[in-house]
């Protein structure tokens, strides 16, 4: 199995958090060696330009996506590693008590929601300022794991056993301490983030899960790609006579195959998908296609 096959095996078997990591990745590398190629032809094109959140309202307008788009572009490779490094852990968290579908909600929602507020202040201040990164977004995973869970113990290298919430508490206080930085936009965005964080958490407590809308969107568009596998209509002829009832097995026997499925995924639970053999890998990768 080559780097290729073990990457996509990984995508695969990794989970939403590994998936964002992911596109979070794929986002900066190939951007990145793409227009540094077509800079050494003399072409030079600041990408990160159309992709990046202005707090300019007007640039709003002929680039929409920028309100979702900048919080999966970053401008440096210590800015991607830092927040990669982050949203493994607030991710990883998360996951133990929800979803999927409401982790990529929360990330998506917050992000928009921390870009409003990013722009709406920066109008207010009159500064003219572009921002990237997923970072706001991260802050609102792990505030809302915070939310739900604030005593969940936590053993960190050095430092020994902290609760959650204490984490959490130094990283907020950090952000509130250099509002005046020169990256007081980031900052801005981080804490608007954390506050979605909380406010989706409280409203999932009450009944209200607001990741529903994101959900059905991406299914929307999900479905429009996905090739059209109905059969034609057939006329059906239907028996109004009373079934005849037959007794049917419930004991289902696995076949060796997903027998030994089953077991590889118990070990991926048990000790993380780097424990597998090199021939355990392979056999994943031929049962994916």
Not at 31 to 57: K, Q
Not at 83 to 109: A, C, D, E, H, P
Not at 157 to 162: E, F, H, R, S
Request: glycine fraction near 6%; hydrophobic fraction near 50%.
């Amino acid at each position: 199995m080559n780097i290729i096959d073990d990457l996509k095996l990984q995508y695969k078997m990794g989970g939403i958090v590994t998936q964002l990591i992911f596109w979070n990745a794929a986002l900066f590398v190939f951007p990145w060696l793409f227009f540094a190629l077509l800079s050494l032809l003399g072409v030079n094109i600041d990408y990160l330009h159309y992709v990046s959140l202005s707090s300019d309202a007007a640039l709003l307008l002929w680039k929409p996506w920028s309100l979702l788009s900048y919080a999966f572009f970053h401008s440096g490779i210590m800015h991607i590693v830092f927040n990669m490094i982050v949203l493994n852990f607030s991710g990883r968290l998360f996951m133990t008590f929800f979803t999927s579908k409401q982790l990529v909600g929360l990330y998506v929602l917050s992000a928009i929601f921390a870009g409003i507020c990013y722009i709406l202040v920066f109008y207010i201040l009159n500064i003219n300022a572009p921002i990237v990164g997923a970072s706001a977004a991260i802050m609102a995973i792990l505030v809302a794991t915070t939310t739900y869970y604030p005593l969940m113990d936590l053993r960190l290298l050095i430092i020994g056993n902290v609760k959650l919430w204490h984490v959490t508490a130094v990283i907020i206080i950090i952000d509130l301490m250099q509002l005046r930085s020169e990256n007081m936009g980031g900052h801005i965005s981080h804490l608007s983030g954390a506050f979605f964080g909380f406010i989706f958490i409280k409203l999932l407590q009450n009944g209200t899960d607001l990741s529903v809308g994101v959900s059905r969107v991406i299914t929307f568009f999900a479905n429009l790609f996905k090739k059209n596998t109905s059969t034609p209509f057939k006329k059906v002829h239907k028996n109004y006579s009373k079934p005849v009832e037959k007794t049917v097995s419930k004991i289902v026997t696995k076949d060796k195959s997903q027998q030994q499925i089953d077991e590889i995924l118990d070990k991926i639970s048990l000790s993380g998908y780097d424990s597998l053999t090199k021939e355990e890998k392979e056999f994943l990768f031929k049962v994916g296609k």
